[in-house]
T-cell receptor
């Protein structure tokens, strides 16, 4: 059973506009959430994370929002750039466990 | 600095053969994870090593899969009697293994194709 879900397999956005990638989870024990970016033929690279004690974390053009009551998080990229085109994975973990649970990814295409 | 490395980058094998995939984690990282990504799927957890503790093998899909980590560093994932459904990208990640949740650093993966 998929505990972390990314329901949009793909997203296309015009350069300069905002990209919003969504992620839902089912396990209320998750208290740490991460976003990874993956280019073809490369491993995922860490992008940004958020702890459940926060509802927002910002790093440059990237902001992650967490809505614990809805078990939903989102990644905002603004302004979007062509180099942001990649697959984005959402992941969740519990500080009491060993495992990270990943979504199926969203392929973002930023159109120049 | 050196990141996580994996070898081989690609492996094509015949059904029924055994394969070994290697992972060299970042030096000093005590935690090591194996995942696989099948076509159109997310990353599926396979196994987790932390220091000298017994590994968490709860994600291994069958007894044909095993992994070891020698000297707390290099890890080898072995798949015996490979099946076509084993075809996937196998990713290794390491993390510092400090108290609390750590960010994982991924290798480039090994693409396994079972014919």
């Amino acid at each position: 059973d998929q505990q972390v879900k990314q329901n949009s397999p793909s997203l296309s956005v015009q350069e300069g506009r905002i990209s919003i990638l969504n992620c839902d989870y089912t396990n209320s024990m998750f208290d740490y959430f991460l976003w990874y970016k993956k280019y073809p033929a490369e491993g995922p690279t860490f992008l940004i994370s958020i702890s459940s004690i926060k509802d927002k974390n910002e790093d440059g053009r990237f902001t992650v929002f967490l809505n614990k009551s809805a078990k939903h998080l989102s990644l905002h990229i603004v302004p979007s750039q062509p180099g942001d085109s990649a697959v984005y994975f959402c992941a969740a973990s519990s500080s009491t466990g060993n495992q990270f649970y990943f979504g199926t990814g969203t392929s973002l295409t930023v159109i120049p | 600095g050196a990141g996580v490395s994996q070898s081989p980058s690609n492996k094509v094998t015949e059904k029924g053969k055994d394969v070994e995939l290697r992972c060299d984690p970042i030096s000093g990282h005590t935690a090591l994870y194996w995942y696989r990504q099948s076509l159109g799927q997310g990353l599926e957890f396979l196994i987790y090593f932390q220091g000298n503790s017994a590994p968490d093998k709860s994600g291994l899909p069958s007894d044909r899969f095993s992994a070891e980590r020698t000297g707390g560093s290099v890890s080898t994932l072995t798949i015996q009697r490979t099946q076509q459904e084993d075809s996937a990208v196998y990713l290794c990640a390491s993390s510092p293994g400090l108290a609390g949740v750590n960010t994982q650093y991924f290798g480039p993966g090994t693409r396994l194709t079972v014919l």
